[in-house]
T-cell receptor, first 115, second 115 residues
Framework: GAGVSQSPSNKVTEKGKDVELRCDPI?????LYWYRQSLGQGLEFLIY????????KSGLPSDRFSAERTGGSVSTLTIQRTQQEDSAVYLC?????????????FGSGTRLTVV | AQTVTQSQPEMSVQEAETVTLSCTYD???????LFWYKQPPSRQMILVIR??????QNATENRFSVNFQKAAKSFSLKISDSQLGDTAMYFC????????????FGPGTRLSVLP
């Protein structure tokens, strides 16, 4: 597609439920990043995928968070047993290559609210 | 680890005036990139300007320019002839050179351009 697409745009869930957030990167982009933006904060790195390599999961805050990327394209971020502190905007970005020289494009994010 | 600090949580400026947003960072790296990103209410992160640390010349993009002081680890953004559409959150970000590097973002400055 023309840009990075994220769905849903907004999600309200009850504490303890599982949620799945989707990111559809720009076609042909091999690198994909997930970031979390808590209220009033900057973006916090969560996970990075590059082609078929093992993902860099060093930013995931707990084992309740996981992500996968199928066929090197669409990615799903899953949060199990959601907690109120998981409420945030989750942003996805993709890039054509492994270095910044290729540039990054961000999606518009999913606003997750845990009640 | 790198850190990015933005000491101005909120700022305002009159339309057509000039405003400067501050950013300082801490790193032991010698080669890196610095960025200013704009986040309007649509939530999408939009690249405003980029600076390579090895370049002494300050980057400029139309009405946007930076004052990069590598020794002082300072990277301020100047917006000239402010427009109503410049109203947004502005994030300063750092990235090491290399493969698969992710951004380290500051907490952001909310800029309001007043008519």
């Amino acid at each position: 597609g023309a840009g990075v697409s994220q769905s849903p745009s907004n999600k309200v869930t009850e504490k303890g439920k599982d949620v799945e957030l989707r990111c559809d990167p720009i076609s042909g982009h091999t690198a994909l990043y997930w970031y979390r933006q808590s209220l009033g904060q900057g973006l916090e790195f969560l996970i990075y995928f590059q082609g078929n390599s093992a993902p860099d999961k060093s930013g995931l805050p707990s084992d309740r968070f996981s992500a996968e990327r199928t066929g090197g394209s669409v990615s799903t971020l899953t949060i199990q047993r959601t907690q109120q502190e998981d409420s945030a905007v989750y942003l996805c970005a993709s890039s054509l290559g492994r270095t910044y020289s290729y540039g990054y494009t961000f999606g518009s994010g999913t606003r997750l609210t845990v009640v | 680890a790198q850190t990015v600090t933005q000491s101005q949580p909120e700022m305002s400026v009159q339309e057509a005036e000039t405003v400067t947003l501050s950013c300082t960072y801490d790193t032991s790296e010698n080669n890196y990139y610095l960025f200013w990103y704009k986040q309007p209410p649509s939530r999408q992160m939009i690249l405003v300007i980029r600076q390579e640390a090895y370049k002494q010349q300050n980057a400029t993009e139309n009405r946007f320019s930076v004052n990069f002081q590598k020794a002082a680890k300072s990277f301020s953004l100047k917006i000239s002839d402010s427009q109503l559409g410049d109203t947004a959150m502005y994030f300063c970000a750092f990235m090491k050179l290399g493969y698969g590097q992710n951004f380290v973002f500051g907490p952001g400055t909310r800029l309001s351009v007043l008519p």
